[in-house]
């Protein structure tokens, strides 16, 4: 196996097990009797968690080196896991495992997409070129947020034991990646005896940086406010009565398409990014604002199928967006601000998680329609401080 194949593989199974959750918010809101604003709850304090893994991991890879980090948030997926898997007796361990599994997301995402763009250069792939790192990145984690959903929420539906078997079987697929992380070659060279504080380590210069500002920052929030308009906010709108019987197989198709229109667009995505580097920004904003506004429609006439419609434009809007975004970012940032900047760019895309959490209670006395346009107008206008930003921003050396 290659290098860089060893921790995609790590990116994988934890997309995997961190977006199985996503489908399953319809199972705890109709068997586990949950309030549509506590299942949002769930899904939102994973947000909690995964900023802090972002933030310290980055630089604590680039103190400690990338394995001595990445390999402990690993193993303990598996018990975070586990406390999801009880969590099928208790609320308060259902937040606390999404918690914990958003810590292990955000050091994994961190460091991971890092240590495979690292290992996408040479001396350990001389052959990939300059956006190899950043694609194969996207790719391993979106193939891991599609196709955890896909299963976790077949098995829900029809399997036994639906609230505990789906995050088993995320155990058993994470454990054989940790050998295959614990021997890739290391990156990093753990520091010796650091001549700075941590606290110095967590400030990112380049964030301040006016193309981050500009283009990078509108951006980022709708990487992951797309899907997670797409399957967790659609079926709230449409209602438990709109797919009584199979409400789950429906959040489970939302998700597949969703995220399989988000890895099927990413190669295209890097190649629209070679020709024009900010075109790719842009176009993944005007989809999610279409996207948006064809969810709209879904709540307003209930059509099963026109969801599924806005479900593959958010996705694509998804891919495009995640891929412009992290390339963007290594275009900023230089070896040693790397990390850094790949943490606070993934802090900023899972604020989009908050996005059901912040309308499920406004959906109470505000229609999700009305609610949607409102949102649609919102991203219309960070597409307009980004183009108006593009237009300013010259390109300029990494820092």
């Known amino acids: 196996m290659r ?28 068997q586990g009797h949950y309030s549509a604003t506590v299942v949002a709850a769930f899904f939102g304090v994973y947000v909690a968690g995964l900023a ?21 948030a690993v193993v303990a997926s598996v018990p975070a896991s586990g ?36 290992l996408s250069q040479a001396p350990h ?26 299963v976790g929420g077949v098995l ?3 399997a036994p034991l639906p609230m505990e078997l789906p995050y088993l079987v995320h155990v058993v697929l994470t454990l054989p990646v940790i050998p295959l992380v614990a021997r890739a070659p290391e990156t990093r060279s753990p520091e010796v005896a650091p001549r700075r504080s941590l606290l110095s380590d967590l ?20 990487v992951f406010g797309a899907p997670a308009l797409s399957f967790a906010v659609q079926p709230a709108a449409l209602g438990s009565e709109r797919t009584a019987g199979f409400g789950l197989i429906f959040a489970t198709g939302l998700t597949a398409v969703t995220l399989s229109a988000g890895v099927a667009i990413q190669s295209a995505a890097r190649r629209l990014d070679a020709r ?16 948006i506004l ?58 989009g998680f908050l996005l059901p959490v912040v309308l499920a209670p406004l959906a109470v006395h505000v229609p999700y329609p009305v609610l949607l346009v409102v949102v649609a107008v919102v991203a219309a206008m960070c597409l307009a401080v980004l183009v108006t930003a593009g237009r300013r921003t010259r390109r300029t050396v990494t820092v």
């Open 203 to 222: 400030k990112v210069p380049a964030a301040a940086h006016p193309r981050f500002l500009g283009l990078v920052l509108p951006l980022a929030p709708w």
């Open 156 to 158: 829900a539906q029809w």
């Open 52 to 72: 802090p893994g972002l933030l310290v991991g980055g630089p604590l890879s680039d103190r400690l080196g990338r394995r001595r980090v990445l390999l402990p």
């Open 83 to 118: 406390v999801l898997a009880a969590g099928a007796f208790s609320e308060t361990l259902l937040y606390t495992g999404r918690f914990l599994f958003g810590l292990v997301t955000g050091v994994a995402m961190a460091v991971g997409t890092t240590w495979v763009k690292e």
């Open 294 to 351: 064809v969810a709209a429609v879904t709540a307003l006439t209930g059509s099963l199928v026109v969801a599924f419609v806005a479900s593959a434009i958010l996705g694509a809007a998804y891919g495009i967006s995640l891929v412009s975004g992290l390339l963007e970012v290594q275009r900023i940032a230089g070896p040693a601000h790397l990390a850094g900047l790949t943490a606070v760019f993934y802090s900023l895309t899972y604020i």
């Open 125 to 150: 792939d001389p052959e990939a070129d300059a956006g190899s790192g950043a694609r194969r990145a996207a790719l391993a984690l979106s193939a891991g947020f599609g196709i955890g959903p896909a």
């Open 276 to 291: 024009a580097p900010l075109a790719g920004a842009r176009l993944g904003l005007v989809l999610i604002v279409v996207g």
């Open 3 to 30: 290098a860089w194949a060893r921790v995609a593989a790590v990116l994988f199974v934890i997309g995997y097990g961190a977006n199985q959750f996503s489908p399953l918010m319809v199972m705890y809101r109709e």
